[in-house]
T-cell receptor, first 109, second 115 residues
Framework: GQQVMQIPQYQHVQEGEDFTTYCNSS?????IQWYKQRPGGHPVFLIQ?????EVKKQKRLTFQFGEAKKNSSLHITATQTTDVGTYFC?????????FGTGTSLTVIP | GAGVSQSPRYKVTKRGQDVALRCDPI?????LYWYRQALGQGPEFLTY????????KSGLPNDRFSAERPEGSISTLTIQRTEQRDSAMYRC?????????????FGEGSRLTVL
């Protein structure tokens, strides 16, 4: 069964608004990665979080790893049209990466 | 090439035929993963290798699916007696294999359609 869940499944925002996607696992994760997949493309690595409570920033993107290492979030500040795509988390369990269901982001100009 | 290469990019086959999907990982990458991705879904783990050793095949749906990586580089995913439900995008990814640098590099995928 699905080990890593993501919400929401879809998100439409006006350009300039913020966006957040959440990832939850029923199992403690060794680490968590985030990927972005553009329409028609393949997943591209964004970042990896390893430590409990870790927070990392990449320009307008903020990534958090929960204290219990069972949840994570990706927050985008002031979205741009270039942010369009599906964002996946991938939790590492027993040396395998289990991908979440993804959040598809649409940015309305 | 510099990236992960998969072939064929598209494969249309009739139900009951066998198919072989190939993955050529980034040179020097230790780990190789196979995923299956349905439209609108996240990649679903199938199996992975470290060098030539298959470490985990628990994600393979049934015994019609098999994978090998005989020389620790190129890998082949084989589906025997294909069924319509096997239709999907099959993605290969490779990584350096070091514990804290687990970034997965994905190929463009092989889209399989079973008629």
């Amino acid at each position: 069964g699905q080990q890593v869940m993501q919400i929401p499944q879809y998100q439409h925002v006006q350009e300039g608004e913020d966006f957040t996607t959440y990832c939850n696992s029923s199992t403690t994760l060794s680490n968590i990665q985030w990927y972005k997949q553009r329409p028609g493309g393949h997943p591209v690595f964004l970042i990896q979080l390893v430590k409990s409570g870790e927070v990392k920033k990449q320009k307008r993107l903020t990534f958090q790893f929960g204290e219990a290492k069972k949840n994570s979030s990706l927050h985008i500040t002031a979205t741009q049209t270039t942010d369009v795509g599906t964002y996946f988390c991938a939790g590492k369990i027993s040396n395998q990466f289990y991908f979440g269901t993804g959040t598809s982001l649409t940015v309305i100009p | 090439g510099a990236g992960v290469s998969q072939s064929p990019r598209y494969k249309v086959t009739k139900r009951g035929q066998d198919v072989a999907l190939r993955c050529d990982p980034i040179s020097g990458h230790v780990s190789l993963y196979w995923y299956r991705q349905a439209l609108g879904q996240g990649p679903e783990f199938l199996t992975y290798f470290n060098y030539e050793a298959q470490q985990d095949k628990s994600g393979l749906p049934n015994d019609r699916f098999s994978a090998e990586r005989p020389e620790g580089s190129i890998s082949t995913l084989t589906i025997q007696r294909t069924e319509q439900r096997d239709s999907a995008m099959y993605r290969c990814a490779s990584s350096l294999g070091r514990p804290n640098t687990g970034e997965l590099f994905f190929g463009e995928g092989s889209r399989l359609t079973v008629l």
